[in-house]
């Protein structure tokens, strides 16, 4: 459930017309709602109680730091996998005791950053890493507590890209050498074990891959402990995936999620981490886009919108399908008709959908990409030179910008020339 709906004919996000911000703000434009948030933060803590827990928002989904500080607020973690990260969610307000810190490359700068500024944990991915972590946090004369993340070696069944659970990704440790990499985790002076990570990959749409790989934790978690580690924690990544079509997609629950972790888990006496982006981020955000052109082609009809891949990349990078919807609501029993929805963007790949069936659109009219909170301005780039685009925050009847779109002056201002090239063009 989310909170865009029509009300008398006009698309809203929460209290706010869409037009408004539109008007307001220009397109194309990301509008979040932060009622749609709190409710997926709430599913998730609701689902894990009463084990302890902690849901780490995983920060890539979406950065900006309006939506952290929404989160933080209620009393979210945060996933992070770079310093970039860390700093958004240290500026959002979260405290370090409520950050992890994940990635499958971390250097040591970002490991001094995390140390330096506080760190729940660092999820480590590699013996060489585990080595660095260890010095690094040695030199600071500190102790960094770490999770191993183990590779289970289960399919999670999603988008080849985006699984990350198979002895063929370049996640994790193999499970099979994780006692031993405890074992010399225990010697180093840097390091202090506090449990064990896992992510399997994301936008998944069954619940038996989980299973599997929370199996297969819940009998590492007890030799580790027979060998004398300190278990306390399971981080068991994120990954649950969101109905993107309204019609026929129904992904489990976070309830049902909830109760799986706890039939499998919930006898270790561990505090569980959980690390969702795209739950609670996807189904809380729409990009709204402006119709440019409608153009009559030789085989087929488009419309040209002035959103393109560099605001929007999952149907490019991935063939994702993202619902698209007219703004304002057509009548009852207005006919539809296959439209190729593009961007415009100098390449055949800025197709958001292939003969999709839309009512009849004119320049000018309003169409809300749905589901696009999560991996939509995080993705974003300039290609084309196209400024990136901005980002609003909704609360009730109220919105505000939360990232502005850059002027072109702003823009142009970044690059610099050499001294070799001073003076005029010529
Ligand atoms: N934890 C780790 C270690 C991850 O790598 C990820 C996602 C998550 C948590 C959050 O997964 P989620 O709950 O959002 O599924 N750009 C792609 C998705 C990439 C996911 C990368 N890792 C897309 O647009 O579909």
């Not at 803590?45 to 920060?59: G, K, N, R, T």
């Not at 370090?96 to 490991?111: P, Q």
């Amino acid at each position: 459930m989310d909170h865009f709906l029509y009300r008398d004919g006009v698309l809203h996000a929460e209290d706010v017309p869409l037009p408004e911000i539109a008007a307001a703000v220009g397109t194309p434009v990301y509008v979040y709602s932060t009622a749609t948030l709190a409710r997926h933060y709430r599913l998730f803590a609701e689902a894990l109680a009463p084990l302890p827990h902690l849901v780490c928002f995983a920060v890539k989904a979406n950065s900006n730091v309006a939506v952290l500080r929404t989160l933080g607020d209620l009393g979210a973690g945060m996933d992070v996998v770079s310093g970039g990260e860390y700093l958004r969610a240290k500026a959002a307000g979260v405290p370090g005791s409520r950050i992890v810190y994940s990635g499958v490359g971390k250097t040591v700068a970002e490991m001094r950053l995390a140390l330096g500024g506080g760190v729940r944990q660092v999820n480590v991915e590699s013996e060489a890493e585990l080595r660095q972590l260890s010095a690094v946090a040695a030199g600071m004369g500190l102790r960094a507590p770490i999770a191993l993340r183990v590779n289970p070696d289960v399919d999670a069944g999603s988008h080849d890209k985006i699984s990350t659970g198979r002895k063929t990704d370049k996640f994790g440790v193999p499970i099979s050498r994780a006692r031993a990499i405890y074992a010399e985790a225990a010697t180093l002076p840097g390091i202090e074990v506090v449990g064990i990570d896992m992510h399997i990959g994301s936008q998944l749409t069954e619940l038996a891959p989980f299973e599997a790989a929370y199996r297969k934790l819940a009998d590492l978690a007890a030799v580790l402990r027979a060998d004398g580690h300190r278990i306390a924690r399971l981080d068991l990544g994120g990954g649950l995936g969101i109905p993107y079509a309204q019609t026929n997609e129904a992904p489990p629950l976070p309830s049902d999620y909830g109760a799986m972790v706890k039939r499998v888990l919930g006898h270790l006496d561990c505090e569980i981490e959980i690390e969702p982006g795209r739950l609670i981020c996807g189904n809380a955000g729409v990009l709204v886009a402006s119709v440019i052109y409608e153009k009559h082609g030789e085989d087929r009809d488009f419309l040209i919108v002035d959103a393109a891949m560099n605001d929007l990349v999952r149907p490019a990078m991935y063939g994702a399908h993202h619902d698209i919807v007219p703004v304002i609501e057509p009548a009852p029993g207005t006919a539809r008709a296959p439209v190729d929805v593009v961007g415009p963007v100098c390449e055949s790949g800025d197709t958001f959908a292939r003969q999709r069936p839309l009512p009849p659109l004119g320049a000018g009219a309003l169409v809300a990409f749905r589901s696009a909170g999560a991996y939509g301005a995080v993705m974003a780039s300039e290609y084309n030179s196209r400024p990136l685009v901005p980002e609003v925050l909704v609360s009730g009847g109220d919105f505000a910008v939360v990232r502005a779109r850059p002027s072109f002056d702003e823009m142009l201002a970044r690059d610099t020339l050499p001294p070799w090239m001073s003076g005029e063009a010529g």
